[in-house]
């Protein structure tokens, strides 16, 4: 059984959904993982993932690996107590393999857990519908990183832009006109977990003064949501701009990112800022799709490690 996912970007309102705020999210499907489940002679199910150097049987894993932790609540979903899954000698090969930057803010955690959720659970002839993959897989990104919004497996899992308010029913956007992002890698790993906990800690400080910030940024995005679906895209570069500055106050930006998003604007784009946890991962680019390029090149010149250019239709 085979199954695939995108990566993910956030157009506008990182950490703010943390806090019950709207964010806007559009999948990327230029980068993506590929999951292959298949019957194996040996027993045990052996994992075969190479781009992060992992070739390993599950019992050998620590129960929070995220892989393993993926593979055991879909065993627990179906009432499965051995890791054989059928019988003894009856094994699985597992093997993942994935064009989505590790720690990036494309969200490659939250894809290999969609796509390995709808791989295993198909492979054993009862496949999940989207709802329920999205609730496990957002139960494996609460292992690993605290308290996250859930945008990430909502946006991968259903691979549509989405209005997303956490606790709220999904809201898929219609993109009345499409539009393209360039998106800036800086190479520096993304720590989500210490990102968000680091936020909290402003939060529980100054409680007044970050609320405001919060709610500057829902506005970004309840204003996004309505160029989107009113045919223009082209304003939403203000609004990333802004939403870049109060990231910048959240203290979740850095001097790599800055330099690249200043670089971007520089070189024409419509707007720019950090996209996910930040401190590190990507920024992204609203561009007219003839600056595409042009913007690209002054990403890689300013020191961004990859760029990637996806068109929001």
Do not use: C
Request: hydrophobic share 40%.
């Amino acid at each position: 059984m085979k199954s695939s996912a995108p990566g993910k970007i956030i157009l506008l309102g990182e950490h703010a959904a943390v806090y019950n705020r709207p964010a806007l999210a559009v999948p990327v499907t230029q980068v993506h993982v590929d999951v292959e489940v298949l019957d194996s002679s040996r027993e045990g199910v052996w994992i075969q993932a190479p781009g992060i150097d992992l070739h390993a049987e599950l019992r050998s894993l620590p129960v929070d690996h995220p892989v393993g932790a993926v593979i055991l609540k879909v065993f627990q979903r179906f009432s499965i107590s051995s890791p054989l899954g059928r019988g003894q000698g009856e094994g699985l090969d597992i093997s993942i393999a994935s064009t989505i930057p590790v720690a990036a803010g494309l969200g490659s955690g939250a894809a290999v857990s969609v796509a390995l959720i709808r791989a295993l659970s198909g492979h054993l002839g009862q496949p999940l519908a989207d709802d329920e993959v999205n609730q496990l897989a957002y139960e494996v990104e609460k292992l690993h990183h605290g308290t996250p919004s859930g945008i990430d497996n909502t946006v991968i899992t259903y691979a549509r832009p989405v209005y997303f308010i956490k606790g709220k029913p999904l809201e898929i956007l219609k993109t009345a006109k499409p539009f393209t992002i360039v998106i800036g890698d800086t190479g520096i790993p993304a720590p989500t977990k210490k990102a968000v906990a680091d936020v909290r800690r402003l939060w529980v400080r100054d409680q007044y003064t970050i609320e405001n910030i919060f709610n500057e940024i829902a506005q970004t995005s309840l204003i996004g949501r309505r160029f989107i679906e009113s045919g223009r895209p082209e304003l939403l570069g203000e609004l990333m701009d802004q939403n870049h500055e109060y990231l910048r106050v959240l203290t979740v930006s850095s001097p790599e990112l800055d330099k690249l998003v200043e670089a971007a604007r520089l070189a024409g784009a419509l707007g720019a800022k950090l996209s996910g946890s930040g401190r590190g991962g990507n920024m992204i680019a609203l561009v007219d799709q003839s600056k595409a390029e042009s913007v690209a090149e002054a990403l890689l010149s300013a020191g961004a490690k990859r760029t990637i250019t996806t068109q929001i239709a």
